[in-house]
């Protein structure tokens, strides 16, 4: 029986190995937490992205795409509140100085929140006296907690007079938001309706975590799913059951997966309820943490872009300054604001609702690599492999010449110049056929290919699967078809 991985270094060995994942600027020592994705790894996140893109608008009638500018105007993350309370409270050890997000100091739950707006929540409740510093080890020698700005702040303009701060957006739904007029506008969709983006994010985090768990620069997948205020509830256990049916759909083992619903406690101050989809990682003795959120956000975001549009004027007023300027009060008829929604069969004008699932590309190939992941033993020889669901693998098929004479190599070329006509596939003649066979197991390859003496005898191949290393005869005319409907393409 193979063994699934026991610890994460092993995977991080095998990435940087094959090529999923390298240290970003790894020549100059590197930089924290952030990685450069190689050949079989952008292969891998492309698939991921497909996939989900796939489920969520190619299948759908009720979603539409959009992609929207890292680059917004100031005020949008006034409006969403990250101007104002997106940090996280830090606390700074007074033997080593290491700063550390107090709800990450040993003995303070709810270590992991998705958005980290409400950095009141993270205190602890007792004070840091009994918090253990996670670098040295003292105990209770900490400052006063102090809040740390999660957006990466940067300047618009040429010259001083007419430059301004603007920052990376530390989240892709509120493109959605701010487009959501522009898309009903043309697309004439009726409610409900969801809008879908996969994007990059930053945020300047205090503590990265775990190789691509956590870093600075990542990439969003995010749904904003626009419903009759009232249907919410039932949309939002819809959307539970996609996202979780989705993981399953691709591979990830059962038992690995579960709901976390968040307390009151711990809701983001826009959400009206919110369950994390959880894995189980093999940080440490093993650890559930997030892979995606799905939030009830009800119709906040739309409420507030109103006052945020209403507020431009101010905006010059205040010199441009975003942080200083105060949000306009919601008029007596905010419903009826210009991102409202008229409902022709009840003849109403209201704010819709939104529902939220938002997935971590990363997270989620993280998730991938690791439910993969297997070590076994075969004639006395290890056999590391990674058993990736046919539609997420990065190289679909390997095709090889048993050795390089008598034709084998033109004709195993042939085979593969017109399979990656198809899909994604991988030419090797270098070694023994056994040590090509290894090398494929660890970049996840569902099929090789092998060219040998019989094939110019009678124009057959040997097909061998990955996960049972059996080996089929099958006629050459005939493997472009069986390899198709073996991947599902």
Known sequence: MAETLKKLDDLVALCKRRGFIFQSSDIYGGLASCYDYGPLGVELKRNVKNAWWKSVVQTRDDMVGLDCSILMHPMVWKA?????????????????NTRTR?????????????????????????GLNDKVCPKCGTTGQFTEPMPFKLMFETQMGANVDDSMKVYLRPETAQGIFTNFS?????????????????????????????????TREFEQMEIEFFCVPGTDEQWWEHWKNERMKWYLDLGIRKENLRFRPHADDELA???????????????????????????NRTDYDLRQHQRGMRSITKWF??????????????????????LSYFDDESRKRYIPYVIEPSAGVDRGMLAFLVDAYAEEEVRGEKRNLLRFHPSLAPIKAAVFPLVKKDGMPEKARTIYNELRQYFTSFYDQKGAVGRRYRRQD????????????????????????????????????????????????
């Not at 969403?80 to 080593?96: N, P, Q, R, T, Y």
């Not at 101050?269 to 939030?295: M, N, R, S, T």
């Open 182 to 214: 522009n898309v009903l506008n043309t697309t004439r969709l009726k409610l409900p309706f969801g809008i879908a983006q996969i994007g990059k994010s930053f945020r300047n985090e205090v503590t990265t975590k775990a190789f691509i768990f956590r």
């Open 269 to 295: 101050h826009y959400a009206k309820a919110c369950v994390d989809i959880e894995y189980l990682f093999p940080f440490g003795q093993g650890d559930w943490q997030e892979l995606e959120g799905i939030a």
């Open 317 to 338: 007023e205040n010199g441009r300054d975003t942080e200083k300027t105060p949000l306009v009060d919601e008029p007596d008829d905010w419903s009826k604001g210009p």
């Open 80 to 96: 969403s509140g990250h101007v104002d309370k997106f940090a996280d409270l830090i606390a700074e050890c007074k033997k080593c």
């Open 442 to 489: 660890e970049a996840g390859t569902p099929f090789c290919i092998t060219v040998d003496g019989q094939t110019a005898e009678d124009n057959t191949v040997t097909i061998r699967d990955r996960d049972s290393m059996e080996q089929t005869r099958i006629n050459c005319d005939k493997l472009l078809g069986y390899l198709r409907e073996k991947l599902g393409i």
């Open 102 to 126: 107090v709800d990450h100091l040993q003995g303070v739950e709810n270590e992991e929140t998705t958005h980290h707006e409400q950095p009141e929540a993270a205190m602890a409740k007792d």
